[in-house]
Nanobody, 125 residues
Framework: QVQLVESGGGSVQAGGSLRLSCTAP????????MDWYRQAAGKQREWVSS???????TYADSVKGRFAISKDKYKDTVYLQMNSLKPEDTAMYSC???????????????????WGQGTQVTVSS
C-alpha cells in the first residue's frame, strides 16, 4: 500500500474556485492513469475526471467547462482546478490511480495500491 495525499479542499461561496492537489509518489514512473472522484453525503461515488499517461483528459458532463485536470510529472502530483463552483459540487473529493483509460491498459500493479483520505469541498449558496 502506498499513501497518497489529497489537499486543497475547503469552504467557498458559489461561483468561487478551488484547486485540489493529489500527490501520489511513483504514479508517474509507474504510468498510472489518475482519476478524481467525489462523494456527496448520502449519495453514490461519482467519477469527475481522468488524466491519462499522455495527458489526455476526460470530464463528467456535470463539470465539463468548469473543472480542469492537470498533472506535474516531476512532483508526482495531479491537480483539479475547480471554477464556477456550485452547491451541488459539495462532496468529499478523492484521487484514484488506476490502469485503464479509453479502453487501453497502462501502468503497473502499483497503480491499484494507493490509498488516501480525500479532501472535503463545501460550496455555499
Amino acid at each position: 500500500q502506498v499513501q497518497l495525499v489529497e489537499s486543497g479542499g475547503g469552504s467557498v461561496q458559489a461561483g468561487g474556485s478551488l484547486r485540489l492537489s493529489c500527490t501520489a509518489p511513483g504514479f508517474t514512473s509507474h504510468s498510472c492513469v489518475m482519476d478524481w472522484y467525489r462523494q456527496a453525503a448520502g449519495k453514490q461515488r461519482e467519477w469527475v475526471s481522468s488524466i491519462s499517461v499522455d495527458g489526455s483528459t476526460t470530464y463528467a458532463d456535470s463539470v465539463k467547462g468548469r473543472f480542469a485536470i492537470s498533472k506535474d510529472k516531476y512532483k508526482d502530483t495531479v491537480y483539479l482546478q475547480m471554477n464556477s463552483l456550485k452547491p451541488e459540487d459539495t462532496a468529499m473529493y478523492s484521487c484514484n490511480p488506476q490502469q485503464s483509460y479509453a479502453g487501453r491498459w497502462y501502468g503497473t500493479a502499483l497503480c491499484s495500491k494507493y490509498w488516501g483520505q480525500g479532501t472535503q469541498v463545501t460550496v455555499s449558496s
